[in-house]
């Protein structure tokens, strides 16, 4: 007996599971952006800004994460300057 197909349909296995996973953490919000921003430009266009803004904050706090080395075994100071960073790019 051989184990290749055993193999490919365990690769197969993961491949549906992981697509699964991926359609139901994504569902409520491709729904919602299906129907409440995408009908409306000016909600597309404040979306897709405040996304941008998100992903800024985020690369920002994770390079002062890298740039200062005791960051990095201080937990609840690198939650505190992330939520800070993060609701400063907010205001």
């Known amino acids: 007996m051989s184990s290749a197909p ?4 365990e690769r197969q296995n993961d491949l549906l599971v992981s697509v699964g996973c991926l ?3 994504l569902s409520a919000t491709l ?3 299906g129907y409440v ?4 430009p000016h909600l597309f266009i404040t979306a897709t800004i405040s996304a941008c803004f998100y992903i800024f904050s985020q690369m920002l706090a994770s390079a002062l994460w890298f740039a200062i080395p ?3 075994e201080e937990y609840p100071w690198v939650l ?3 939520v800070t960073i993060q609701e ?3 205001a």
């Open 37 to 40: 921003v995408l009908p409306r």
């Open 70 to 72: 005791p960051l990095k």
């Open 23 to 25: 359609f139901l953490s």
């Open 31 to 33: 729904v919602w952006g």
């Open 88 to 90: 400063g790019f907010r």
């Open 6 to 9: 055993a193999a490919a349909s």
């Open 80 to 82: 505190f300057l992330t």
